[in-house]
């Protein structure tokens, strides 16, 4: 078969490593959407619930360099098979988990133990799929066609954040464990996925050499974990005598603190809107679970506009950008704080991503373009960071301060990007 017109991989395999990414981020959000529900099904807390996203996500902070680095060591299709087989194992065991308690073979507390034993296989192998497949597709891409290559493969992670939400309802069948069913079902799926990348990707064998790329993990609301940012051959002589890139350079810190806090604000309404739509429409709890894949599916639309259609468009600035995405956000959070109708809720959810969708390319761009092209890659492992570390304490704090009053966390995030708005108008260069 031929390559593809702009892409130096052949159109089956390049669609693997699509479907490597697609299926990682479907399947994860897929499983956070129906988690609140679940939770609220066996009598857990909500706050325990968020915990087992944190404890994932501060595994993937932590290893997905690792993972970077083993890539480029030990070849791109080992590790992509390692991080599928780490995402089957976690789904797969997860849903049998759930199912078990949700059917009273397990008690309650036991089930979540076990289930956040077994979501940190995620956190802790999954991390090395990404990076391995964006470096799989820089080194084999020459310089001309790299970025829009690594542009397609990273817009799977966003896509993904739409399909697993909408697809999990569909899943919920006592056929297929009722409500843990879409884990069971994903699990099948990275089966499939796992084979095509044995069969159909030859060994390394790259045309240039490449880094591989740290990735965030997926989450609901569109976020796009996946970076576009790749090392070149050609830059690694420039990398190797750049200064060392500090958390307190001048010309990055105002943008590392607009992503930290804004950041954390996005994460902690995104850990909370499923416990939301299950207290304010009262409804039977398969409805419920219904009415989160629409709002999850709106809000990953949102943010996708944003980034694929608003932004080409706009071509505005990175401080811009980022203001925009505050005030969107903000004004999402207020609705969502006092309204109580799907319709209501669901447009607040959607605007407020837009507004996420907004900020955080506009953050990327904007630490990106304040420093050197020696320092790309120092950068984009800073920004990396700073999108993980959002995920690891926001959602169990939002949970817990929804405990105390259901509009709470929404008003905090509202504040929180008010301010923020204040200081990227005064401190953002543009």
Not at 9 to 27: E, H, N, P, Q, S
């Amino acid at each position: 078969m031929s390559d593809t017109p702009h892409i130096q991989i052949r159109r089956d395999r390049f669609a693997v490593l699509f479907l490597v990414m697609l299926t990682a981020a479907a399947g994860n959000t897929a499983m956070q959407s129906v988690m609140p529900t679940i939770g609220r099904a066996l009598e857990i807390p909500d706050f325990w619930v968020s915990l087992a996203y944190t404890w994932s996500a501060l595994l993937w902070v932590l290893l997905a360099p690792y993972w970077a680095r083993q890539s480029d060591r030990r070849g791109r299709k080992p590790l992509m098979l390692l991080g599928t087989v780490g995402f089957i194992a976690s789904m797969a065991i997860c849903g049998v988990i759930l199912w078990m308690g949700l059917v009273g073979w397990l008690l309650p507390a036991t089930t979540f133990i076990i289930f956040a034993v077994a979501r940190s296989l995620y956190g802790g192998f999954g991390s090395a799929a990404p990076p391995a497949v964006q470096a799989y597709v820089a080194a084999r891409t020459d310089r001309e066609n790299r970025t829009s290559a690594l542009a397609i493969i990273a817009s799977s992670f966003g896509l993904g954040t739409i399909i697993g939400p909408a697809l999990a309802p569909a899943f919920v069948f006592p056929i297929t464990g009722g409500l843990a069913g879409p884990l069971i079902v994903f699990a099948l799926l990275g089966c499939l996925v796992w084979l095509a990348v044995a069969l159909l990707l030859p060994n390394d064998m790259p045309q240039h050499a490449a880094r591989g790329v740290i990735a965030s993990e997926p989450s609901i609301g569109g976020l796009s974990g996946a970076s576009a940012i790749s090392g070149d051959d050609d830059d690694d002589d420039t990398d190797a005598i750049a200064e060392r890139l500090r958390w307190r350079d001048s010309r990055t810190l105002p943008w590392m603190i607009v992503g930290v806090i804004g950041g954390h604000g996005h994460a902690a309404f995104l850990g909370v809107i499923g416990f939301l739509i299950i207290d304010r429409l009262s409804v039977p709890l398969n409805e419920a679970q219904q009415a989160i894949g629409i709002v999850l599916m709106a809000g990953a639309g949102a943010t996708l506009l944003a980034q694929w259609g608003l932004i080409p468009q706009m071509k505005a600035p990175p401080k811009r950008l980022v203001i925009w995405g505050f005030i969107l956000g903000a004004a999402g959070c207020v609705m969502m704080a006092f309204i109580t109708t799907l319709h209501g809720i669901t447009l607040g959810f959607a605007i407020a991503s837009l507004g996420m969708g907004l900020f955080r390319p506009g953050f990327t761009s904007g630490a990106s373009l304040a420093v050197s092209r020696a320092e790309q890659g120092q950068v984009a492992g800073m920004v990396a960071s700073v999108n993980g570390m959002a995920f690891i304490a926001a959602p169990a704090v939002g949970v817990l301060i929804y405990g105390l009053s259901m509009p709470l966390p929404f008003l905090v995030c509202a504040a929180l990007f008010g301010l923020l708005t204040i200081w990227a108008a005064f401190r953002l260069e543009n």
